[in-house]
């Protein structure tokens, strides 16, 4: 998917944060209106009648923008940013984030606290129910964990269980992890998790589209699930009821053309009763990381997390140093086990040891006249 295309001419951070405050303005309008006045500061300058005059610029954002907009304070909310140690990241920015920046709409407007890294496109968001069992729980940190430690940053929304869990486990991993709060940055919701958050912080950054000040009410949460997929490659949802706001974080994965996994459960559990509806229904069904890995892999290498480097087949990131050492070795050309024991260095008897795990791994496919390719 190609990043979204938005001439963005007026680089004035002051007119763009004031637009995005407006309610009923987010990127497509906001698409909309640069397209016909170039630059965020004519918009705001602009009269009622211009406004509605553009398609699909009603009377009620026209008021908005006339007169809604002069009784904004924008100095206030970037003075209440700074205090937070907040930074303000418009679209336009080359610090905005590359995966989101690939979605239908994405925000206009990211308000960041802590660092948001190039190699943090290599994500995993993964969600579940705020009631879960220990299962659930204990799952979502040992799959985070595990995911962390082999370089994937764990997206989640913050709120108490399974996205605690996940958080906690890309922490305990020394990994990266990105936290999408449903409420402006200045408030921690929910309370309990003001130390995590501050470890979040440490580990990755906690986000938001919304003003500072703006309280978590409910219906913030679920556009803010579509900034979680968003920053991901694919949503893992681990334990959810049918009516859990994780299936519209999957829904929203669906639509911007994401993988979805789902982590299979007790069949008289209600708190299983989503994940395995979205087994049914053609999600992966998790067992281990390599059922993540396997299906993210070909997505990873289309990304560039830094100039000039692509990122390497993600199925190594399971591998050993040998086992590494030998896959990296192969490609779609195929190899005998003489050539693959010359170059890596290894014993031809723990070279056939390994590619027999690769094989049954799936990895790697074993040719005629002991030859071996990429599977």
């Known amino acids: 998917m190609a990043n979204f295309e938005i001439p963005i001419t007026d680089n004035d951070l002051e007119h763009i944060l004031r637009l995005n405050m407006i309610s009923g303005i987010g990127t497509i309008t906001y698409r909309t209106l640069i397209e016909h006045f170039g630059s965020a500061k004519t918009i705001l300058n602009s009269t009622k009648s211009k406004l509605e005059s553009i398609p699909g610029i009603g009377p009620k954002i026209a008021e908005r923008i006339v007169n809604g907009s002069k009784e904004l304070d924008v100095d206030k909310e970037i003075r209440l940013a700074e205090k937070n140690d907040v930074e303000i990241v ?9 995966n989101l920046n690939a979605i239908y709409d994405p925000p206009l407007v990211l308000y960041i606290k802590g660092t948001i890294e190039k190699k943090d496109a290599i994500a995993l968001a993964i969600v579940g129910s705020r009631r879960c069992s220990y299962y659930g729980q204990s799952q979502a940190v040992k799959i ?39 409420c402006g940055l200045s408030t ?17 950054a906690v986000i938001s589209e919304l003003p500072m000040n703006t309280p978590p009410h409910s219906r913030n949460f679920p556009p803010r699930n579509r900034i979680i997929s968003g920053l991901s490659l694919g949503v893992l949802v681990i334990e959810s009821t049918l009516m859990s706001g994780s299936l519209i974080t999957a829904r929203w994965a669906l639509e911007q053309g994401k993988e979805v996994f789902a982590l299979p ?8 009763r989503g994940t395995n509806r979205l087994i049914k229904e053609g999600a992966k069904l998790v067992e281990e990381i390599n059922d993540i890995t396997e299906e993210l892999g070909p997505l990873a290498e289309t990304l560039h997390i830094s100039d000039n480097k692509k990122i390497e087949d993600m199925r190594s990131l399971t591998l050993n140093a040998q086992e590494n050492k030998i896959f990296s070795l192969l490609s779609s050309t195929p190899k005998n086990i003489d050539e693959i024991t010359i170059e890596s260095g290894i014993p031809v008897s723990n070279v056939t040891s390994i590619l027999l795990i690769l094989e049954v791994r799936k990895l790697v496919k074993q040719l005629s006249g002991n030859r071996f390719v990429k599977a």
């Open 90 to 98: 418009p679209i336009s920015s080359e610090k905005y984030p590359l």
């Open 265 to 272: 459960g007790n069949i008289d559990s209600n708190y299983s």
């Open 144 to 182: 985070s964990r595990q995911l962390a430690q082999i370089g994937l940053c764990i997206v989640s929304g913050m709120a108490r269980g399974i996205d605690t869990n996940a958080h906690l486990g890309a922490i305990n991993g020394k990994g990266r992890t990105i936290a999408v709060l449903g």
């Open 188 to 204: 921690v919701y929910p309370q309990e998790n003001r130390e995590l958050m501050g470890k979040i912080v440490s580990h990755g």
